[in-house]
């Protein structure tokens, strides 16, 4: 299983670019004191030949925004529902393009989205084999791959 922290870059960037029309730029992990408690994130589960879990954790605002985006909403606040389901969207995107990086047979979980403080421990089963910080519109992205 090889996929690079240049690979999620690369593929991060190409999906919001061209299915939000947001700039994301990669940053090294901000310390600790720089996060924000309240993060949003989205998750699939990967089966199959491998088995792993792709995680997206944005803020509140930058969910809000990428619903902004994915809905047309011009400015409009967001429904909660809305939020939820452009962040399942985008998460879906995001691991389906991972997914075509791995070999073997493979089918991903539906997305799921919840709220909840970054950095919550991660199950001993699982490690992580990349992940990257990237900032869109001054709010912090990270896009984690983790097996097991």
Do not use: H, Y
Not at 32 to 50: C, D, F, H, L, Y
Not at 79 to 84: D, L, Q, S, W
Not at 88 to 109: D, F, R
Request: hydrophobic letters at 40%; glycine letters at 8%.
């Amino acid at each position: 299983m090889t996929i690079t922290s240049d690979d999620l870059c690369r593929l991060t960037r190409a999906i919001w670019e061209s299915t939000l029309d947001l700039v994301v730029l990669p940053i090294p992990e901000p310390s600790r004191p720089e996060r924000r408690a309240s993060m949003v994130t989205g998750s699939i589960q990967i089966v199959g030949t491998w088995l792993g879990t792709v995680l997206l954790e944005c803020s509140e605002k930058l969910a809000k925004q990428v619903a902004r985006a994915m809905f047309g909403l011009d400015g409009e606040e967001p429904t909660a529902e809305e939020v939820r389901d452009a962040l399942a969207e985008i998460t879906n995107v995001t691991a389906g393009n991972l997914k075509s990086l791995l070999s073997g047979q493979c089918q991903m979980s539906t997305p799921e989205v919840k709220e909840c403080g970054l950095d919550g421990p991660l199950r001993p089963d699982k490690i992580v084999i990349t992940r990257q910080a990237f900032s869109c519109q001054g709010e912090l992205l990270f896009v984690t791959l983790l097996e097991g």
